[in-house]
């Protein structure tokens, strides 16, 4: 996830749409929005409700889409908005299924192998675990786009195109909003084991925060927890004076965090719903980096579209950004409007 040479230059060239006038010149998970405990077992594909009449006229497609998210996660919630929105344009039949188990997420993928699915689209959080299932479903002739995390080995493991942020220059444009803060000592927390694009922020951050960057694991399936795991460990360094989230949900958390720990840390998250822009409108939220999940499942679905239709590749084999895009007091007001909306 290195910020120079080709990709660099893919990075120029490509990002899309980034709001509130800041671009990072240079994808969890999210890592994602809101980590919850699971309430059901893992999701086997379904077709979403009916949709309204296709505004094309070409062939009915059945498109899988499978990613590492629990169950209940918003922010997952507005990738499929996106998604269902393409769907119903391009006359697809959008099929949804998730597991952050990583091997039971490459079941899914096999599934819809075997359902002979006329499109794939997947999330390569942990990569090693999908690297296989990925390139099978490419040799049985079924195209791949991968969206929020993977965007290093995407093309490797044979995808089309790849529709996310880049994690590590994501997290510089956060450790550069740190330092406009004024902190010395921040905790990058990451609520997922494992996740190399969790991984990817803090290492960003660590790159371009002038103070010390210290990490954290505390478990986004158990919020309570989480928020606990910071609270100790802001009572145990009162030096910590800064607070990375890498999910709203977690930055929410981590706001009580602070309160309960008595302590006057500031804190930034990734992330955004309409929760996360009313926290940054009062200020208990210094900031949040958006990578714009409603573009990645849109364009995730009508890449597909354009590749059957005309063998149109978006962005040339190099990733299509959709952030980073920093959200603060001065430009919120601009978005609060589409977050309502759970476009943003």
């Known amino acids: 996830m290195k910020s120079t040479g080709p990709f660099a230059d893919a990075r120029r060239a490509l990002a899309v749409g980034v709001a509130g006038g800041f671009a990072v010149s240079a994808m969890a998970c999210s890592a994602g929005g809101a980590p919850s405990q699971p309430t059901q077992p893992p999701a086997v594909a379904q077709p979403n409700a009916p949709q309204p009449a296709a505004a094309v006229n070409t062939p009915r497609l059945r498109i ?15 990738i499929q908005t996106g998604a269902k929105d393409a769907a119903a344009k ?15 997420q490459a079941t899914l993928v096999q599934n819809a192998i075997d359902q002979k699915v006329d499109g794939i689209v997947v999330t390569l959080a942990k990569p090693d675990a999908l690297e296989g299932v990925v390139k099978r479903a490419v040799a049985a002739g079924i195209p791949v786009v991968s969206i929020n995390a993977g965007e290093d080995v995407s093309a490797q493991f044979g995808a089309l195109e790849h529709f996310g ?11 550069q909003q740190l330092n406009k803060l004024g902190v010395k000592h921040a ?8 996740h190399v694009g969790l991984e990817a922020r803090c290492a960003g951050a660590t790159k371009t925060f002038q103070g010390q960057v210290e990490k954290l694991f505390a478990p986004g399936t158990n919020m309570p927890q989480f928020r606990s795991t910071i609270a100790s460990k802001l009572q145990a360094d009162k030096s910590i004076d800064a607070v990375l989230t890498l999910c709203s949900a ?3 958390a981590a706001v009580q965090s602070v309160h309960d720990a008595g302590s006057t840390a500031k804190v930034g998250a990734f992330g955004l719903d309409k929760e996360t822009v009313a926290a940054i409108k009062n200020s208990s939220l210094e900031f949040s980096v958006d990578q714009q999940p409603y573009l990645q499942g849109y364009l995730a679905v009508d890449g597909l579209w354009l590749h059957k239709k005309m063998r149109g590749i978006i962005g040339g084999g190099q990733p ?12 919120v007001a601009g978005i609060e409007q589409f977050a309502n909306q759970g476009l943003r």
């Open 250 to 252: 977690c930055g929410l």
């Open 90 to 104: 391009d006359n697809v039949e959008f099929l949804y299924s998730g597991d952050e188990d990583a091997g039971r």
């Open 187 to 194: 905790l990058c927390v990451e609520q997922v084991q494992g």
């Open 64 to 78: 899988s889409m499978i990613t590492h998210a629990p169950p209940g996660d918003a922010f997952w919630d507005i």
């Open 320 to 331: 299509v950004l959709t952030g980073p895009s920093i959200v603060t007091t001065e430009n």
């Open 165 to 175: 942020e880049p994690e590590e220059p994501a997290g510089e444009a956060a450790g």
